[in-house]
């Protein structure tokens, strides 16, 4: 059996697309436009790129769409086309996260 082969990444975001925390659908519109909005961060070939994903609950189920940035485990709130631009430039290349909308940090 051969193991898969997984390049070097630096972040994974996942974006909550579940019907509780998103009845309108917008995380799934956030998340088709990731990889464009992402840009030299999500090409495969960079070693500081971030990973994406959805999935369909990460146990709030309000005030969505919800985002968590790992391996920081900092969430964010009510994000849309604004706050994901801001939590890629300020976050994801300036590592200063957007604190007007996290709620939650990982205690480490």
Not at 11 to 26: S, V
Not at 38 to 65: E, F, H, I, M, W
Request: aromatic share 10%; net charge positive; hydrophobic share 30%.
């Amino acid at each position: 059996m051969t193991k898969p082969h997984m390049n070097p990444y630096s972040r994974h975001i996942f974006i909550c697309t579940g019907h509780y925390c998103d009845p309108d659908g917008k995380a799934a519109q956030l998340y088709s436009q990731l990889a464009h909005l992402l840009g030299p961060l999500g090409d495969y070939q960079n070693p500081n790129r971030v990973k994406r994903g959805t999935t369909p609950c990460l146990g709030v189920c309000s005030a969505g769409p919800i985002v968590v940035v790992y391996p920081e485990g900092i969430w964010y709130h009510h994000v849309d086309q604004v706050v994901i631009r801001r939590i890629i430039h300020e976050h994801l290349i300036h590592n200063s996260p957007v604190e007007e909308y996290i709620f939650h940090r990982l205690k480490r």
